[in-house]
Structure formats: C-alpha cells, structure tokens
C-alpha cells in the first residue's frame, strides 16, 4: 500500500500540467516564425522586438517601480498588523481589527478594486486628492493586499517564536529597542523577506485592481498584457513570459539562498 | 512608541479597508447620473433601491451570481481532485525531494498568471499547437473551436488555483501519522480500504480549507472567463465589470458587489473557522 504507484502518477501528472504549457510557450518564444507556437528556426527576433516595445517597457519598469514600494510598504504595515495579533492581547475591537487585517486575503479582486476606487473618488471630491489616478493609487491599493499576506507570515513567525530569548536580552539589560533591533528583527527577518516577495509578486501579477484604481497616466505591465492578449497572442509576449520566468526562477532561487543564510548563521 | 504598531495599521486598515466597503455600501444605494463621477449620493434624494431592485429581479444578473458559484464549484471541486494525489505524492517521496518537488506545485505561482493564460491560449486558439498537431497528423481538417469555450475556461481556472489546492492538504496529509495507515494495512485492510476510512476522513479538514481556498476568489473570477471563457460565461466578475467600465453605470456595479460579498460571507466565514481549529 505505501508503495502504491498512484499518488506518484498523479504527482507526475500534476506536474506535467502545471509545467508543459509554460514550458512550451518558453521553448516557442526561440522560434522564429510570426505565429506564436509554431517553429520556423531558432530566432531571438522577439527578444529584440520586445526590447525596443517603447510601450511594454515603460509599463513594465512602472510595475517595477510600484511593485518595490509597494512591497516595502506592505512589509511595514505587515509587520505592525501580525505584531499588533500577536502580541498586543486583548484590547478593545480586536476582533474588528481581525476581521479587517484578514479581509484582503478573501475579498474578490472586483470588490477591492472597486470599492479602493469608489473611496479615492469620494475622497478627490472632499479634499482634492488624489487629483490623478495611477502609481501612487496602485501604490496604496497593493501595499494595502500585500500588507494583509505579509501579516500572516509575521503573525506566524512571532506566535512560534520564543520568548525567553527576548526576556534574557531584557535581563542582560538591553533597552526594548536594542532588544526589538537584535533580538526581535533578526528573528523576524525570514518571513519578512518572504513577505515582501509575495508582496512584490502579487503587485507584478496585479490586473485587476490596478486597472480599476488607477487612470490614464497609470498602465502597469500587466494591464498592457491584458490587453494584449485580449486580442490574441503575440509571440512578443512569449518572450516576456521567459524573461517573467527567469526573473521569477532567480528571485525563487535568491529567497531560498537568502532564507538558507538567515537561518543558517544560527 | 509602544502606540505606533497599534496605531499605523488601525489607520491605514481603517482608511483602506473599512472605510471604501462602506463606501461601496453607499454607492450602491446612490443616483445614477450624467457627468463625472457618474453618481450623485443618497443625500436629500433619499436612498435609491433600483440598482437591488435590478439586480435581484433581473434574470439576466441572477444568471450571473448562479454561473459564478457554479464555476467556482466545479472549478474548487475539479482542484480538489488533481490536488488529492498530487499532495499524496508529494508526502510519500523521500525527504530529500520533498522540498524541491514542493516548489516545482508553487513556482507557477510565483512565474506570472497572465503568461501562464497566455500558453493556453497559444495552446488551444484555431491556429494554435493543438489544432496544428491535430491537422498535421490528419485526424482533423478543420480547426476545433477549442478556445473560448466552457471546457477552455476550466483548463484555465484550475491551471491557475491548483497550488491553492495543494497546499493545505498538502500539509493536513504531513501531519497524519504513518503509523495508522500501517496499522489499518496490518490488520488486513486493503489500499483502497486505507485510504477511505484512515487517510480521506484525517485529511478532511484540509480538503474542505482546500475547496474553499479556490472556491473564495474563483467566484469572483474576471480574467479567466474573459480570456479563456465563451461570450456566454457572464459570471458575476465579468458582469460588475462590465457594469463599471463600458455602462459606467456605478451604482449597479457596487450593487453586485455587496451581493457578491453577501454571498461569500458564508464561504469567508467557514474558511476562517478552518484556519483557526488548526
């Protein structure tokens, strides 16, 4: 029985599903013939074309650029909600606050992208701002979900950790800051590392949301794509999807490493 | 300075989170109007229940919310079945290639949806891989209309939330003890008797975290349906967005929003009660 040949196929076959078109649409982005997924020889014609798409390259160092902020932003108020659920005790409407920390975990991207919209018009209409919809909206609105992922990694981490490593730092006589600087944060840094990547990652993903948030000054890569493959599939966005898959592979394969290192110089 | 952690994320959650759910709320009771932005607010008009009204009594909208959930079902339901071996396997292969196969279910995650949309739409439009294979070898002479089909939008939508899926099995089926499965085997049971009344009821948990982690945001799905689905796929995402972007009729929208939350609360709810128990 517990050699049973099925769970092994299934894992095979999973695999297999998961992987082959994205592989195929790799191995294709090589060919050089117009139509995506047939092959006319080896070409890099495609990385070149992609290289000078004035259009996608600004998208995407916008998605970049609103990806990183957002993520450091989400990894600071990430870092304050798991510390608040985890740390803080009772205090009065926590399960609100609960319920609101949890909330962009399971709200339909439609709802979170219209109801963040809804709230900067009304806002603009009281106060002027924010005049302009694009990268700052974007901005607020992923580091807002970001922010929500990151808490549970941090809630996690601080719910196993131990304290008596932060108590004997007190006893030693170490102030609370000296304590939380070289106690609490190293401890910490593997799921806020990890948070900020799922943070990153979630932002670069992002359709929907950004494209209710944000106004004409504001096409993030993925609302270009989107368009993109509205109208059918390009062989220029297989070569993007290589170039997403080794960036993808390096910062996988560089959070491993980093997280290795973290954990091992203990 | 004790009072900052506190005090940030009670504003920005507050600001970002509660606040804009209560302005879909209001919206969603408001006047439709010409102009920018294309509403006026429940203020001396009184409140306007047209947009439920619409909603609700609309078969055209009620269509939409019973497509929605059915999708995300089947979808939650198809994962779950994929899932089950697959976090199985996953548990049974030695240690040492427990992490790297682990990584091989969640890396497409972190490779980019729309990419991963776009393969399949390479794989199954009509001058597509699967059809030019299928001409090459003679066994068609016509192209299928395999894309933008009901069947295209289920090869999507699990191809997106399988990982999901995996999971949260695949961590109920590691904490299960060997030790009972071996003990029903030496007692006489057969695989198959094992697996249904040791492994399946001890991962139950998980499955059901793991349905309702696909279920949750597959039925508020937008760009599957819209890339991969037939005209006929007018689920709910597709609707409310719809709504927004081409009628601008923004109290409808929010409408389907509240209704659309309304009816994940109970899903919403469950799912938490999972997570806390384990």
Same mark, same amino acid.
């Given at each position: 029985m517990r050699r049973s040949l099925f769970p092994r196929l299934g894992l095979l076959l999973g695999l297999l599903f998961l992987w082959l078109p994205v592989l195929l649409l790799a191995g294709y982005a090589f060919s050089d013939a117009r139509i995506p997924f047939q092959w006319g020889g080896f070409s890099w014609r495609w990385f070149v074309a992609l290289a000078g798409n004035e259009r996608l390259l600004a998208a995407a160092w916008l998605s970049l650029r609103v990806a990183a902020s957002a993520a450091t932003l989400a990894v600071v108020l990430g870092g304050c909600i798991g510390w608040v659920l985890a740390r803080q005790g009772p205090f009065r409407g926590r399960p609100l606050f609960g319920a609101l920390a949890g909330a962009p975990l399971v709200l339909p991207d439609v709802v979170t992208g219209l109801s963040l919209l809804l709230f900067f018009v009304l806002l603009e209409g009281a106060t002027g701002w924010p005049a302009e919809r694009g990268a700052t909206t974007i901005l607020l609105a992923h580091a807002t979900i970001g922010g929500a992922y990151a808490a549970v990694l941090v809630q996690a981490r601080l719910a196993t950790l131990e304290r008596e490593l932060e108590e004997a730092a007190r006893d030693l006589g170490a102030g609370p800051a000296t304590t939380f600087a070289t106690i609490t944060l190293p401890l910490l840094a593997p799921s806020l590392v990890a948070g900020w990547l799922l943070a990153f990652t979630l932002s670069l993903d992002d359709v929907v949301v950004a494209s209710f948030v944000s106004g004409p000054a504001g096409t993030t890569l993925p609302m270009v794509v989107f368009s993109m493959l509205r109208l059918g599939l390009t062989p220029e966005i297989n070569a993007l999807a290589v170039v997403i898959l080794l960036l993808a592979l390096t910062s996988a394969g560089g959070a491993l490493l980093l997280l290795r290192g973290v954990l091992g110089r203990r | 300075m004790r009072? +900052?952690?506190?005090?940030?994320?009670? %504003?920005?959650?507050?600001? +970002?989170?509660? =606040?804009?759910?209560?302005?879909?709320?209001?919206?969603?009771? #408001?006047?439709?109007?010409?102009?920018?932005?294309?509403?006026?607010?429940?203020?001396?008009?009184?409140?306007? @229940?047209? #947009? $439920?009204?619409?909603?609700? @009594?609309?078969?055209?909208?009620?269509? /939409? $919310?019973?497509?929605? %959930?059915?999708?995300? @079902?089947?979808?939650?339901?198809?994962?779950?079945?994929?899932?089950?071996?697959? /976090?199985? @396997? +996953?548990?049974?292969?030695?240690?040492?290639?427990?992490?790297?196969?682990?990584?091989? =279910?969640?890396?497409? $995650?972190?490779?980019?949806?729309?990419? !991963?949309?776009?393969?399949?739409?390479?794989?199954?439009? &009509?001058?597509?891989?699967?059809?030019?294979?299928?001409?090459?070898w003679g066994f068609i002479e016509t192209p299928l209309p395999l894309l933008y089909s009901w069947p295209a939008l289920f090869l999507g939508m699990?191809?997106?939330?399988?990982?999901?899926?995996?999971?949260?099995?695949?961590?109920?089926?590691? !904490?299960? &003890?060997p030790v009972l499965e071996e003990a029903a085997a030496d007692l006489g049971a057969g695989g198959f008797t094992v697996f249904r009344t040791i492994t399946l009821p001890l991962a139950a948990p998980g499955a059901a975290a793991a349905f309702l982690l696909v279920f949750i945001p597959a039925a508020g799905e937008y760009v599957i349906p819209e890339l991969l689905g037939p005209p006929s796929a007018q689920v709910v995402g597709r609707v409310l967005w719809q709504e927004f972007f081409q009628n601008r009729d923004w109290p409808t929208a929010a409408a389907l929003a509240v209704l659309l939350l309304l009816a994940l609360l109970i899903p919403i709810h469950l799912f938490q009660r999972l997570e806390a128990r384990s």
């Amino acid at each position: 029985m517990r050699r049973s040949l099925f769970p092994r196929l299934g894992l095979l076959l999973g695999l297999l599903f998961l992987w082959l078109p994205v592989l195929l649409l790799a191995g294709y982005a090589f060919s050089d013939a117009r139509i995506p997924f047939q092959w006319g020889g080896f070409s890099w014609r495609w990385f070149v074309a992609l290289a000078g798409n004035e259009r996608l390259l600004a998208a995407a160092w916008l998605s970049l650029r609103v990806a990183a902020s957002a993520a450091t932003l989400a990894v600071v108020l990430g870092g304050c909600i798991g510390w608040v659920l985890a740390r803080q005790g009772p205090f009065r409407g926590r399960p609100l606050f609960g319920a609101l920390a949890g909330a962009p975990l399971v709200l339909p991207d439609v709802v979170t992208g219209l109801s963040l919209l809804l709230f900067f018009v009304l806002l603009e209409g009281a106060t002027g701002w924010p005049a302009e919809r694009g990268a700052t909206t974007i901005l607020l609105a992923h580091a807002t979900i970001g922010g929500a992922y990151a808490a549970v990694l941090v809630q996690a981490r601080l719910a196993t950790l131990e304290r008596e490593l932060e108590e004997a730092a007190r006893d030693l006589g170490a102030g609370p800051a000296t304590t939380f600087a070289t106690i609490t944060l190293p401890l910490l840094a593997p799921s806020l590392v990890a948070g900020w990547l799922l943070a990153f990652t979630l932002s670069l993903d992002d359709v929907v949301v950004a494209s209710f948030v944000s106004g004409p000054a504001g096409t993030t890569l993925p609302m270009v794509v989107f368009s993109m493959l509205r109208l059918g599939l390009t062989p220029e966005i297989n070569a993007l999807a290589v170039v997403i898959l080794l960036l993808a592979l390096t910062s996988a394969g560089g959070a491993l490493l980093l997280l290795r290192g973290v954990l091992g110089r203990r | 300075m004790r009072r +900052l952690p506190l005090l940030v994320p009670v %504003l920005w959650l507050g600001l +970002l989170v509660a =606040v804009p759910l209560l302005v879909v709320l209001v919206l969603s009771v #408001s006047w439709p109007a010409e102009g920018v932005p294309p509403f006026n607010l429940p203020g001396v008009a009184g409140l306007n @229940g047209d #947009s $439920f009204a619409l909603v609700l @009594g609309d078969p055209y909208y009620r269509a /939409a $919310f019973l497509k929605a %959930l059915v999708v995300a @079902g089947a979808t939650a339901g198809l994962c779950l079945l994929l899932a089950f071996p697959m /976090a199985l @396997g +996953l548990v049974r292969a030695a240690a040492a290639w427990r992490a790297p196969l682990l990584l091989l =279910v969640l890396l497409p $995650f972190w490779t980019g949806f729309l990419p !991963r949309l776009g393969a399949w739409i390479g794989l199954l439009r &009509d001058e597509g891989w699967i059809n030019h294979l299928l001409q090459a070898w003679g066994f068609i002479e016509t192209p299928l209309p395999l894309l933008y089909s009901w069947p295209a939008l289920f090869l999507g939508m699990v191809h997106a939330y399988l990982p999901f899926a995996v999971l949260p099995l695949y961590a109920s089926l590691s !904490r299960l &003890d060997p030790v009972l499965e071996e003990a029903a085997a030496d007692l006489g049971a057969g695989g198959f008797t094992v697996f249904r009344t040791i492994t399946l009821p001890l991962a139950a948990p998980g499955a059901a975290a793991a349905f309702l982690l696909v279920f949750i945001p597959a039925a508020g799905e937008y760009v599957i349906p819209e890339l991969l689905g037939p005209p006929s796929a007018q689920v709910v995402g597709r609707v409310l967005w719809q709504e927004f972007f081409q009628n601008r009729d923004w109290p409808t929208a929010a409408a389907l929003a509240v209704l659309l939350l309304l009816a994940l609360l109970i899903p919403i709810h469950l799912f938490q009660r999972l997570e806390a128990r384990s």
